[in-house]
Protein backbone atom coordinates (compact mmCIF):
# COMPACT_ATOMS: atom_id res chain seq x y z
CA UNK A 1 0.00 0.00 0.00
CA UNK A 2 0.96 3.58 -0.79
CA UNK A 3 3.08 5.46 2.33
CA UNK A 4 1.42 8.11 4.36
CA UNK A 5 2.18 11.70 3.44
CA UNK A 6 4.80 13.13 5.09
CA UNK A 7 3.03 16.53 5.62
CA UNK A 8 0.51 14.41 7.43
CA UNK A 9 -2.52 15.52 4.57
CA UNK A 10 -5.47 13.34 4.66
CA UNK A 11 -5.19 9.91 1.84
CA UNK A 12 -8.43 10.51 -0.69
CA UNK A 13 -11.19 8.23 -1.09
CA UNK A 14 -14.27 8.38 -2.79
CA UNK A 15 -16.66 7.05 -4.38
CA UNK A 16 -17.38 7.37 -8.38
CA UNK A 17 -21.02 7.14 -9.65
CA UNK A 18 -23.99 8.77 -11.92
CA UNK A 19 -26.09 10.15 -9.67
CA UNK A 20 -23.80 9.98 -6.78
CA UNK A 21 -25.41 12.63 -4.36
CA UNK A 22 -27.72 9.81 -2.78
CA UNK A 23 -24.75 8.13 -1.59
CA UNK A 24 -24.25 7.37 2.29
CA UNK A 25 -20.59 6.26 2.00
CA UNK A 26 -18.93 9.77 2.75
CA UNK A 27 -20.90 9.22 5.64
CA UNK A 28 -19.92 5.78 6.13
CA UNK A 29 -16.55 5.99 5.77
CA UNK A 30 -16.12 8.82 7.89
CA UNK A 31 -17.25 7.14 10.58
CA UNK A 32 -15.03 4.19 10.30
CA UNK A 33 -11.82 6.42 9.75
CA UNK A 34 -12.49 8.23 13.38
CA UNK A 35 -13.50 4.75 14.64
CA UNK A 36 -10.13 3.27 13.29
CA UNK A 37 -8.14 6.74 13.66
CA UNK A 38 -6.96 6.68 10.19
CA UNK A 39 -6.34 9.90 8.57
CA UNK A 40 -8.35 9.68 5.23
CA UNK A 41 -10.90 12.13 3.29
CA UNK A 42 -14.08 10.24 1.00
CA UNK A 43 -15.65 12.28 -1.40
CA UNK A 44 -18.37 12.14 -4.07
CA UNK A 45 -17.41 11.91 -7.75
CA UNK A 46 -20.36 12.64 -10.07
CA UNK A 47 -19.22 11.55 -13.33
CA UNK A 48 -20.68 10.40 -16.65
CA UNK A 49 -20.39 6.99 -18.46
CA UNK A 50 -18.87 8.90 -21.22
CA UNK A 51 -16.46 10.25 -19.41
CA UNK A 52 -16.18 7.84 -16.72
CA UNK A 53 -12.09 5.98 -18.00
CA UNK A 54 -10.51 9.61 -18.10
CA UNK A 55 -11.55 11.09 -14.76
CA UNK A 56 -10.60 7.87 -12.84
CA UNK A 57 -7.65 7.33 -14.12
CA UNK A 58 -6.99 11.64 -13.54
CA UNK A 59 -8.39 10.96 -9.83
CA UNK A 60 -5.92 8.76 -9.30
CA UNK A 61 -3.36 10.41 -11.23
CA UNK A 62 -4.17 12.95 -8.71
CA UNK A 63 -3.69 10.90 -5.45
CA UNK A 64 -6.53 9.27 -4.44
CA UNK A 65 -5.68 6.01 -3.49
CA UNK A 66 -8.89 4.65 -3.26
CA UNK A 67 -12.38 4.49 -5.17
CA UNK A 68 -15.73 2.51 -5.06
CA UNK A 69 -17.58 2.50 -7.90
CA UNK A 70 -21.80 2.88 -7.81
CA UNK A 71 -23.70 3.02 -11.06
CA UNK A 72 -23.34 2.47 -13.76
CA UNK A 73 -20.17 2.30 -14.05
CA UNK A 74 -19.55 -1.36 -12.29
CA UNK A 75 -18.22 -3.00 -15.22
CA UNK A 76 -16.73 -0.41 -17.04
CA UNK A 77 -14.41 -0.28 -14.17
CA UNK A 78 -13.69 -3.86 -14.60
CA UNK A 79 -12.12 -2.89 -17.95
CA UNK A 80 -10.20 0.06 -16.61
CA UNK A 81 -8.14 -1.96 -13.78
CA UNK A 82 -5.27 -4.02 -14.59
CA UNK A 83 -6.07 -6.93 -12.30
CA UNK A 84 -8.71 -8.21 -10.21
CA UNK A 85 -9.84 -10.07 -7.24
CA UNK A 86 -11.15 -13.66 -8.04
CA UNK A 87 -14.40 -12.30 -7.06
CA UNK A 88 -14.49 -9.46 -9.06
CA UNK A 89 -13.45 -11.90 -12.17
CA UNK A 90 -16.32 -13.84 -11.00
CA UNK A 91 -18.46 -11.16 -11.27
CA UNK A 92 -17.03 -9.46 -14.11
CA UNK A 93 -17.80 -5.79 -12.37
CA UNK A 94 -16.12 -3.98 -9.06
CA UNK A 95 -17.11 -1.67 -6.71
CA UNK A 96 -13.95 -1.34 -5.34
CA UNK A 97 -10.65 0.21 -6.78
CA UNK A 98 -6.94 0.30 -4.93
CA UNK A 99 -4.26 2.45 -5.96
CA UNK A 100 -0.84 0.79 -5.37
CA UNK A 101 2.32 2.38 -5.14
CA UNK A 102 3.63 -0.23 -8.14
CA UNK A 103 0.29 2.02 -9.95
CA UNK A 104 -1.32 -1.04 -9.91
CA UNK A 105 -5.28 -0.52 -10.24
CA UNK A 106 -6.44 -3.58 -8.32
CA UNK A 107 -10.42 -4.07 -8.85
CA UNK A 108 -12.36 -5.63 -6.43
CA UNK A 109 -15.65 -6.64 -5.56
CA UNK A 110 -16.96 -6.47 -1.91
CA UNK A 111 -21.12 -6.23 -3.09
CA UNK A 112 -21.44 -9.78 -2.60
CA UNK A 113 -19.95 -10.04 0.74
CA UNK A 114 -21.67 -7.09 1.57
CA UNK A 115 -24.97 -8.51 0.99
CA UNK A 116 -24.68 -11.79 2.45
CA UNK A 117 -23.70 -10.55 5.63
CA UNK A 118 -26.55 -8.50 5.90
CA UNK A 119 -28.81 -11.25 5.52
CA UNK A 120 -27.03 -13.56 7.36
CA UNK A 121 -25.50 -11.99 10.25
CA UNK A 122 -27.58 -8.66 10.74
CA UNK A 123 -30.96 -10.29 9.46
CA UNK A 124 -30.67 -13.70 10.55
CA UNK A 125 -31.85 -14.79 7.14
CA UNK A 126 -30.57 -18.71 6.57
CA UNK A 127 -29.82 -19.04 2.86
CA UNK A 128 -29.45 -22.73 2.52
CA UNK A 129 -32.18 -24.57 0.00
CA UNK A 130 -34.12 -21.24 -0.65
CA UNK A 131 -35.77 -20.20 -3.72
CA UNK A 132 -34.02 -16.73 -4.95
CA UNK A 133 -35.82 -13.85 -7.22
CA UNK A 134 -33.48 -11.20 -8.12
CA UNK A 135 -34.77 -8.49 -10.12
CA UNK A 136 -32.11 -6.61 -11.98
CA UNK A 137 -29.05 -7.54 -14.19
CA UNK A 138 -26.51 -4.80 -13.63
CA UNK A 139 -23.29 -4.48 -12.25
CA UNK A 140 -24.51 -4.92 -8.49
CA UNK A 141 -26.53 -8.19 -9.60
CA UNK A 142 -23.08 -9.37 -11.09
CA UNK A 143 -20.94 -8.77 -8.24
CA UNK A 144 -23.57 -10.97 -5.44
CA UNK A 145 -25.01 -13.43 -7.33
CA UNK A 146 -21.75 -15.65 -6.92
CA UNK A 147 -21.66 -15.35 -3.11
CA UNK A 148 -25.47 -16.30 -3.12
CA UNK A 149 -24.97 -19.02 -4.89
CA UNK A 150 -22.12 -20.29 -2.80
CA UNK A 151 -24.77 -20.69 -0.20
CA UNK A 152 -26.16 -24.00 -1.61
CA UNK A 153 -29.70 -21.94 -2.54
CA UNK A 154 -32.03 -24.35 -4.41
CA UNK A 155 -32.98 -21.87 -7.31
CA UNK A 156 -32.30 -18.17 -8.38
CA UNK A 157 -34.41 -16.70 -11.24
CA UNK A 158 -32.87 -13.16 -12.59
CA UNK A 159 -35.83 -11.21 -13.86
CA UNK A 160 -34.55 -7.62 -15.77
CA UNK A 161 -36.46 -5.39 -17.94
CA UNK A 162 -34.14 -6.27 -20.92
CA UNK A 163 -34.10 -10.13 -20.33
CA UNK A 164 -31.30 -10.59 -22.58
CA UNK A 165 -29.09 -9.45 -20.00
CA UNK A 166 -30.37 -11.59 -17.23
CA UNK A 167 -30.29 -14.91 -19.42
CA UNK A 168 -26.54 -13.65 -20.06
CA UNK A 169 -25.52 -13.42 -16.63
CA UNK A 170 -27.40 -16.85 -15.33
CA UNK A 171 -25.41 -18.69 -18.66
CA UNK A 172 -22.44 -16.99 -17.00
CA UNK A 173 -22.86 -18.56 -13.26
CA UNK A 174 -24.67 -21.67 -14.72
CA UNK A 175 -21.18 -23.71 -13.06
CA UNK A 176 -22.49 -22.48 -9.88
CA UNK A 177 -26.16 -23.81 -9.53
CA UNK A 178 -29.32 -23.62 -10.69
CA UNK A 179 -29.56 -19.86 -12.22
CA UNK A 180 -32.33 -19.11 -14.89
CA UNK A 181 -32.94 -15.53 -16.31
CA UNK A 182 -36.27 -14.02 -17.73
CA UNK A 183 -38.55 -11.04 -18.44
CA UNK A 184 -40.28 -9.23 -15.04
CA UNK A 185 -43.83 -10.57 -17.61
CA UNK A 186 -42.25 -14.65 -17.05
CA UNK A 187 -42.41 -14.55 -13.42
CA UNK A 188 -44.85 -17.07 -11.78
CA UNK A 189 -45.58 -18.40 -8.47
CA UNK A 190 -45.20 -20.04 -6.30
CA UNK A 191 -43.84 -17.77 -4.13
CA UNK A 192 -40.20 -17.19 -3.06
CA UNK A 193 -38.38 -17.68 0.00
CA UNK A 194 -35.93 -14.23 -0.47
CA UNK A 195 -36.70 -11.41 -3.51
CA UNK A 196 -33.33 -8.85 -3.60
CA UNK A 197 -34.48 -5.78 -5.45
CA UNK A 198 -31.38 -5.27 -7.71
CA UNK A 199 -32.87 -3.01 -10.40
CA UNK A 200 -31.95 1.36 -9.93
CA UNK A 201 -35.66 1.64 -10.33
CA UNK A 202 -36.34 3.11 -6.49
CA UNK A 203 -34.05 5.22 -7.28
CA UNK A 204 -36.23 6.92 -9.70
CA UNK A 205 -39.31 6.44 -7.71
CA UNK A 206 -40.11 3.42 -9.79
CA UNK A 207 -41.58 -0.31 -9.35
CA UNK A 208 -41.44 -2.99 -11.94
CA UNK A 209 -44.65 -4.17 -13.39
CA UNK A 210 -44.57 -7.97 -11.50
CA UNK A 211 -46.98 -10.73 -11.95
CA UNK A 212 -49.36 -11.73 -8.52
CA UNK A 213 -48.19 -14.66 -6.34
CA UNK A 214 -44.14 -14.53 -6.49
CA UNK A 215 -44.87 -12.74 -2.75
CA UNK A 216 -46.17 -15.25 0.22
CA UNK A 217 -46.35 -14.00 3.78
CA UNK A 218 -42.84 -16.11 4.34
CA UNK A 219 -41.71 -14.07 1.23
CA UNK A 220 -38.67 -11.80 2.62
CA UNK A 221 -38.05 -8.50 0.28
CA UNK A 222 -35.01 -7.07 0.17
CA UNK A 223 -34.21 -3.85 -1.67
CA UNK A 224 -30.64 -2.96 -1.97
CA UNK A 225 -31.51 0.74 -2.90
CA UNK A 226 -31.72 2.99 0.44
CA UNK A 227 -32.98 6.03 1.63
CA UNK A 228 -35.30 7.67 3.86
CA UNK A 229 -39.27 5.84 4.23
CA UNK A 230 -40.31 3.30 2.13
CA UNK A 231 -39.00 2.64 -1.52
CA UNK A 232 -41.58 1.78 -4.12
CA UNK A 233 -40.19 -1.74 -3.82
CA UNK A 234 -40.95 -2.36 0.05
CA UNK A 235 -44.31 -0.76 -0.25
CA UNK A 236 -45.41 -3.19 -2.84
CA UNK A 237 -43.78 -6.03 -0.46
CA UNK A 238 -45.80 -4.73 2.21
CA UNK A 239 -48.82 -4.50 0.26
CA UNK A 240 -48.89 -7.94 -0.82
CA UNK A 241 -48.08 -9.03 3.33
CA UNK A 242 -44.38 -10.19 2.70
CA UNK A 243 -42.73 -11.72 5.64
CA UNK A 244 -40.47 -8.63 5.80
CA UNK A 245 -38.96 -5.71 3.77
CA UNK A 246 -35.97 -4.10 3.60
CA UNK A 247 -33.62 -1.93 2.39
CA UNK A 248 -30.00 -1.90 1.64
CA UNK A 249 -28.41 0.26 4.55
CA UNK A 250 -26.67 -3.18 5.60
CA UNK A 251 -25.23 -4.28 2.60
CA UNK A 252 -23.97 -0.80 2.06
CA UNK A 253 -22.24 -0.66 5.72
CA UNK A 254 -21.18 -4.08 4.94
CA UNK A 255 -19.28 -3.64 1.47
CA UNK A 256 -18.32 -0.42 2.84
CA UNK A 257 -16.00 -2.09 5.78
CA UNK A 258 -14.47 -4.84 3.20
CA UNK A 259 -13.59 -1.88 0.77
CA UNK A 260 -12.05 -0.05 3.95
CA UNK A 261 -10.60 -3.12 4.87
CA UNK A 262 -8.80 -3.69 1.33
CA UNK A 263 -7.71 0.31 1.51
CA UNK A 264 -6.40 -0.12 5.37
CA UNK A 265 -5.91 -3.19 6.07
CA UNK A 266 -8.12 -2.66 9.27
CA UNK A 267 -11.89 -4.04 9.43
CA UNK A 268 -13.97 -1.37 11.16
CA UNK A 269 -16.93 -2.73 13.42
CA UNK A 270 -20.16 -2.01 11.34
CA UNK A 271 -22.46 -2.35 14.74
CA UNK A 272 -21.89 1.60 15.29
CA UNK A 273 -22.83 2.63 11.66
CA UNK A 274 -25.60 0.67 11.07
CA UNK A 275 -27.02 2.03 14.48
CA UNK A 276 -26.80 5.36 13.56
CA UNK A 277 -28.66 4.51 9.99
CA UNK A 278 -31.12 2.54 11.41
CA UNK A 279 -32.30 5.96 13.33
CA UNK A 280 -32.18 8.04 10.29
CA UNK A 281 -33.82 5.67 7.83
P1 LIG B 1 -26.78 -0.65 -13.04
O1 LIG B 1 -26.99 0.69 -13.67
O2 LIG B 1 -25.59 -1.43 -13.37
O3 LIG B 1 -28.06 -1.60 -13.36
C1 LIG B 1 -29.35 -1.08 -13.24
C2 LIG B 1 -30.36 -2.21 -13.34
O4 LIG B 1 -31.66 -1.66 -13.03
C3 LIG B 1 -30.47 -2.83 -14.72
O5 LIG B 1 -30.81 -4.20 -14.56
C4 LIG B 1 -31.65 -2.05 -15.34
O6 LIG B 1 -32.34 -2.79 -16.34
C5 LIG B 1 -32.54 -1.90 -14.14
N1 LIG B 1 -33.47 -0.76 -14.22
C6 LIG B 1 -33.13 0.56 -14.27
N2 LIG B 1 -34.24 1.31 -14.27
C7 LIG B 1 -35.30 0.46 -14.25
C8 LIG B 1 -36.72 0.64 -14.22
N3 LIG B 1 -37.26 1.85 -14.25
N4 LIG B 1 -37.50 -0.47 -14.18
C9 LIG B 1 -36.96 -1.70 -14.16
N5 LIG B 1 -35.62 -1.93 -14.18
C10 LIG B 1 -34.80 -0.86 -14.20
O7 LIG B 1 -26.91 -0.36 -11.46
P2 LIG B 1 -26.28 -1.21 -10.27
O8 LIG B 1 -26.49 -2.65 -10.59
O9 LIG B 1 -24.93 -0.74 -9.97
O10 LIG B 1 -27.22 -0.78 -9.02
C11 LIG B 1 -28.55 -1.26 -8.92
C12 LIG B 1 -29.20 -0.80 -7.62
O11 LIG B 1 -28.60 -1.42 -6.51
C13 LIG B 1 -29.11 0.71 -7.38
O12 LIG B 1 -30.34 1.13 -6.79
C14 LIG B 1 -27.99 0.84 -6.37
O13 LIG B 1 -28.09 2.00 -5.56
C15 LIG B 1 -28.23 -0.43 -5.55
N6 LIG B 1 -27.01 -0.88 -4.86
C16 LIG B 1 -26.99 -0.85 -3.50
C17 LIG B 1 -25.89 -1.29 -2.82
C18 LIG B 1 -25.89 -1.27 -1.34
O14 LIG B 1 -24.81 -1.40 -0.76
N7 LIG B 1 -27.04 -1.15 -0.68
C19 LIG B 1 -24.69 -1.77 -3.52
C20 LIG B 1 -24.84 -1.82 -4.96
C21 LIG B 1 -25.95 -1.35 -5.58
P3 LIG B 1 -31.83 -2.81 -17.88
O15 LIG B 1 -30.76 -3.86 -17.92
O16 LIG B 1 -33.05 -3.15 -18.63
O17 LIG B 1 -31.30 -1.41 -18.17
Not at 32 to 49: C, S
Not at 128 to 142: N, S
Not at 221 to 236: H, I, K, N, V
Request: charge should be negative; aromatic fraction near 8%.
Amino acid sequence: MNQPDELGNPDQYGVVGHPVAHSWSPFIHGMFAKATAQNLVYRLFDVTPDDFRRDTLKLFASGVRGLNVTLPHKQAAAELVNELTARATRAQAVNTIAFFEDTTLLGDNTDGVGLTSDLERNLQVDLADKRLLILGAGGAVRGVLGPLLEREVREVVIANRTPVKAQQIAAEFADMGTVSGCAFSELRGPAYDLIINGTSASLQGEMPLLPAGIVGDTTVCYDMAYGRGQTPFTLWAKSLHAARATKGWGMLVEQAAESFLLWRGIRPNTQPALEVLAQNS
